[in-house]
């Protein structure tokens, strides 16, 4: 008894080995290592314009200070920019998510007529990308060049999306579908009122990725918006990083602020939106993900 008591304590006491203590490290130093440029990022975007050095690294800033954020959101380019982004993003992930999931519904049917090759579409689209010229003549072709239209349409079905909404919605018991039929519902109202209510987990999975697809888009946009009014966040921060567009605009008459904070300020406030929307459906990330994963 006392022999297997002390075995028992001597391997509470060895959970951790000296491998377990270097992975540990070595997972650490990793992880301060991706996090530090983003630190970086929000020090210098707080700091004073004032006590601001150039290529000086500090992870805490010198002088706290939210003028250039003040100054950002008051000026009209950007103000502009994050509207058309944020138009762009709500009504494409709206319409994207709608159609994502009605078609997917109605790929689990086995008597939809063409049912069969519709599905052959959706695998082929998961191996071969049209590519930017292909799609770029289609937009065309449909007269959508400048248009919001042009970065909400071509996105509105991802076959990988469709995959993992139909897996989703076939591990929903077909008694439910089939006593809603009895009782005289329409595949409408089974669709809006069962399926979607169901699904929640995947909805929000999906409505996250298509989500963030929306409002980073940058190439669609620099290819098919011309109107200088119309171009996203993500343009607008690029022109920014690159050349510097748009500082100008930003400094005041007396006072100029530095490049460098500007800059990393524009950074944090394109991430902002989708970073604080993203905890609200984390709970439901990894739980639609790994139901797109398994069943089907």
Do not use: H
């Not at 008591?5 to 080995?17: C, E, I, L, P």
């Not at 090759?117 to 191996?127: D, E, K, N, P, R």
């Amino acid at each position: 008894m006392k022999g297997c008591f002390k075995g028992a304590v001597n391997m509470k006491r060895s959970k951790y080995t000296a491998l377990d203590y270097i992975v540990f490290t070595i997972i650490f130093v990793i992880t301060v290592g991706c996090i530090s440029p983003f630190i970086y990022v929000l020090s210098v975007s707080f700091t004073d314009p004032s006590a601001y050095i150039p290529f000086e690294f500090n992870l805490i800033p010198k002088k706290f200070s939210v003028r250039v954020y003040a100054t950002i959101l008051s000026t009209n380019a950007f103000i502009q920019a994050t509207k058309n982004t944020i138009y762009v993003t709500v009504v494409g992930t709206i319409i994207s998510v709608l159609a994502t999931f009605a078609f997917s519904y109605g790929l689990t049917k086995k008597d939809l007529p063409f049912g069969r090759i519709f599905m052959w579409f959706v695998i082929f689209g998961l191996l071969f990308d049209p590519g930017i010229i292909a799609n770029y003549m289609n937009v065309r072709a449909l007269g959508l060049i400048n248009s919001y239209w042009a970065l909400i349409l071509p996105a509105v079905m991802i076959s990988w999306n469709v995959v993992i909404a139909k897996a989703f919605i076939q591990g929903i018991p077909g008694e439910l579908e089939e006593s809603a039929k009895i009782d005289g519902a329409s595949y409408y109202r089974i669709f809006f009122q069962i399926i979607l209510p169901l699904a929640t987990a995947s909805i929000a999975t999906i409505t996250l990725f298509i989500a963030v697809n929306q409002w980073n888009q940058y190439i669609k946009p620099l290819l098919y918006i011309n109107d200088y009014r119309k171009r996203t966040i993500q343009v607008y921060l690029k022109a920014l990083l690159d050349t510097g567009q748009g500082i100008e605009s930003i400094g005041s008459a007396n006072v100029q602020l530095p490049t460098e904070t500007v800059r990393l300020a524009t950074v944090v406030l394109a991430m902002a939106p989708i970073m604080a929307v993203y905890p609200f459906v984390q709970r439901y990330f990894v739980k639609g993900v790994m139901i797109g994963s398994v069943k089907g």
